[in-house]
Structures are given as structure tokens and as C-alpha cells.
């Protein structure tokens, strides 16, 4: 079946198995998975728009994660390093380019140096392979990297994460599954042992579903009953293009400033070799994807109307103005990428692509970290699912059915975790 088939508008049946809301990345890992355990079921994926991974999955830097930078013993620490060994697993068995081509963070000063100890240490507690690395050392990974230190991971990796979205539904497809675009969830309605998903096209009748909505999974988890918090919060990020790719021969990052939610500025080399720098990180006004069209009056409403909206703001006020000068300005942002690659001028950069990140923040203005998820009966929505989650997208897709258990069959021969 060709992609042009596969995303050819359909009807949606009155009832399967197993219902999956969302066709990107983690939603198609998770009814992928399903099927490769239960390959008699029928498993649905409802993707909203025409085409499968037309948001995150397919609009970022394309970075496999080791899992450096998360919170020892957190889902996020555990799933991506998980997950990092399966995708490539994965892409190798689905003919998808992946290279283990290293990242560099660097430390570009001495006050930085303390930050780089605290984050090998982290390293080492999640079991991740990295090398620390002097001044000389340094420039011999990235000769035109500037620092005084670094740490060396030589399984970060690199994949185009919108082909590998293209290599799991086709698989998922050749297995007997079915993936209806055009077709958005309004709301779960779960029963004792039934749930029903009311929809763009009507309803469908399902044992189980797992929802992963991304951008639009607080409203869909709200609608179908669920708490109100996290709300989702949507994040902008633009990238810019490095003229001189040969600039960069991997990944170069900075030390992350732990004041800070997001990493900041970082170069990524990509799969077709071209080089990225980015992303800013602003809250975006709309949760589409197309930043040229109509602001949504919904989605600024819905982002006005939650309290940890006005908290988060008071939280990161110092750090907006800055924020706000590398969005707007080119010349801002070279001056930072400086710092990781004295070479750099601002007529290397030129504007690439945008990327909108699902941020769940809570009622205080904090920001959700780790993967989150929320249950009821035979339904499960992800609620939070930010970086690494592409990395860890096979290993969320097991959590996910994990936690279901088998779908179909006798109820009694379903074990009691199996229930949510």
C-alpha cells in the first residue's frame, strides 16, 4: 500500500479493538506494538489531519537521545535509554538511515566546569556511555568547536524522524492495521468494559484506547472527563540553517543552564548532512503548525483562561526579554551560537524550519518533566510527552501496552496490572 492509499480519507469503522488517537511518532509506535503482540487484533489509529506526522513528529532536529540530561529513576531517564536502543534497532530492520554520529556538550568557560561534573555524574547514574574531554581533546571530536571542556556521547544519534513515521505506518498497515486521516477526536467515553471515541466521522465502539494527542491531548483528556491539569501549553521553536555545514561534523551542545526549562542553542547535523541551529523557545499563540495562517482565538483563550499560564510568565519573566531578542533577531542569535562555534557570523544563518512543542504546565506555572499520563477504566491518555519523546517513542509504545495489557481474549486470563 503506498502512502497516497494509506492516507487516502477513509470512513471509520463502528468498532475495533484497539483505538489509537494520533498518528504521530508515539501513536504509531503504540498500535505498531499492539499488533506485533496481539497480531489478531483490529487496531484503529485516528490521525486528525491528512496526512500522518504532520506536527512534532516531523518538524524538530531529528536527534536520538542517549539520555544524559534526565532525572535518575524518572520515566524519562529509563524510556529513552530504552528507547534509544530499540529505535535503532528498529530503523535497521525498516531500511531507515540512523547514525550514531555523537554529541558534544561543552563547557565554554571555567564557571561552566562544575555544571559539566554534575551532568557526567548524571550520565553515569543512567547508564550513559560519555568521555570527558579537555580543551585539546575537544577540538579533535569538533575542530571548530570553541571550549574549555566537554563531555563526549558517542550513542547520540541521528534519524529523520518524519521517515521513520512513514516506515512504522506502512508496517503497522502490512500488519492489518487501519489508519483513518481527517478524522479528529472530540471526546473518550469509557464504559465498565467498553469505551466509545466520538469523532470527527461519527463514533467508534472500542476495547481499549490509548490516546496520544500531542498538542491537543489536555482538551481531548478534559472533554472525555479527565483533570483539568496539566494544561498544554504550546512552545515555539525556530531553527535557523548553517551555510557552512562543514562547520559541524556532529552535534555541539552547551552546558544546560539548570535555571533554565530548555537546553538553548545547539547545532545538530542531520541525516541529509545539511546542519541546523535552534531552536528558540517562545510560547506560540496557536497549537498549528503553520504560523502563517490565522491566529486561532480558541487556542489563545484556552492558553489565557489557565492560571499556570499567568504563573509560569512571573516564573521565566528575566529570561523572556532574552528569549524574545533570539527570536527576533538573527544577529542575537549568531552572537550565542558564537559561543559554541567562534566561527560563526550571522550570515551563516538563514531561517529553516518551525517546530511548536506540547508543554504540559500546571496549575502553579510549573513546568510537567517527565512523561505523564492519566487512566480510567480501559483508557489511557498520555499526557505529557516533550524531549526525548521521539527517542523514546518504542519504549513509550511498550509502556503503553504494558500497562493495557492484552486487549482481546478471555477478561479472566487478564491479569490485575492489567486493568487499569
Not at 575537544?138 to 566537554?150: C, F, I, K, Q, T
Not at 526549562?261 to 531552536?279: A, S
Not at 538573527?330 to 538563514?350: F, G, I, M, N, V
Request: with cysteine.
Amino acid at each position: 500500500m503506498t502512502r497516497a492509499d494509506r492516507d487516502r480519507p477513509s470512513a471509520a469503522p463502528a468498532s475495533c479493538d484497539l483505538l489509537v488517537v494520533g498518528g504521530g511518532i508515539v501513536g504509531l509506535a503504540t498500535a505498531r506494538e499492539a499488533l506485533i503482540r496481539q497480531p489478531h487484533i483490529a487496531v484503529l489509529v485516528l490521525e486528525a489531519e491528512a496526512r500522518v506526522a504532520q506536527h512534532q513528529s516531523s518538524n524538530n532536529s531529528g536527534v536520538i537521545h542517549a539520555g544524559i540530561y534526565y532525572e535518575p529513576d524518572s520515566l524519562k531517564a529509563e524510556l529513552c535509554r530504552e528507547g534509544s536502543r530499540t529505535l535503532y534497532e528498529t530503523c535497521a530492520e525498516l531500511g531507515v538511515p540512523a547514525e550514531r554520529i555523537g554529541k558534544l556538550i561543552v563547557a565554554t568557560g571555567a564557571d561552566q566546569l562544575g555544571a559539566l561534573d554534575r551532568l557526567e555524574q548524571r550520565a553515569i547514574s543512567n547508564k550513559i556511555s560519555v568521555s570527558r574531554v579537555g580543551a585539546a581533546q575537544l577540538r579533535e571530536v569538533e575542530p571548530h568547536a570553541g571550549g574549555v571542556a566537554g563531555l563526549y556521547s558517542p550513542d547520540t544519534g541521528i534519524v529523520d524522524y518524519g521517515a521513520l513515521c512513514e516506515a512504522l505506518a506502512a508496517d503497522f498497515v502490512a500488519r492489518g492495521g487501519q489508519i483513518v486521516t481527517g478524522c479528529s477526536a472530540e471526546r473518550v467515553n469509557s464504559g465498565s468494559d467498553r469505551a466509545v471515541v466520538v469523532h470527527s466521522k461519527g463514533a467508534t465502539r472500542a476495547s481499549a484506547v490509548i490516546a496520544c494527542a500531542g498538542l491537543q491531548s489536555d482538551r481531548l483528556a478534559e472533554a472525555s472527563g479527565e483533570n483539568a491539569e496539566p494544561r498544554i501549553i504550546p512552545f515555539r521553536g525556530a531553527y535557523f540553517a548553517l551555510r557552512r555545514p562543514e562547520l559541524v561534523r556532529g552535534l555541539i551542545y552547551p552546558v544546560p543552564d539548570p535555571a533554565l526549562p530548555f537546553l538553548g542553542v545547539h547545532l545538530t547535523r542531520r541525516i541529509g548532512g545539511d546542519v541546523v541551529v535552534g531552536p528558540t523557545a517562545l510560547p506560540a499563540l496557536t497549537r498549528s503548525e503553520s504560523q502563517a495562517g490565522p491566529l486561532r482565538l480558541a487556542d489563545i483563550a484556552y492558553t489565557l483562561s489557565w492560571p499556570g499560564s499567568y504563573r509560569m510568565a512571573w516564573r521565566w519573566r528575566r529570561h523572556a526579554p532574552r528569549e524574545l531578542a533570539w527570536a527576533i533577531s538573527k544577529r542575537s542569535y549568531a552572537a550565542q551560537a558564537k559561543r559554541l562555534l567562534p566561527e560563526l557570523k550571522a550570515s551563516d544563518l538563514e531561517s529553516s524550519f518551525v517546530g511548536l512543542r506540547a508543554q504540559a504546565v500546571g496549575r502553579d506555572g510549573s513546568l510537567v518533566d517527565d512523561f505523564a499520563f492519566s487512566s480510567e477504566r480501559r483508557v489511557l491518555h498520555l499526557r505529557n510527552a516533550p524531549s526525548p519523546a521521539a527517542t523514546a517513542s518504542l519504549a513509550i509504545a511498550a509502556y503503553c501496552c504494558d500497562r493495557l495489557g492484552p486487549i482481546a481474549g478471555d477478561p479472566s486470563e487478564r491479569s490485575p496490572r492489567s486493568l487499569i
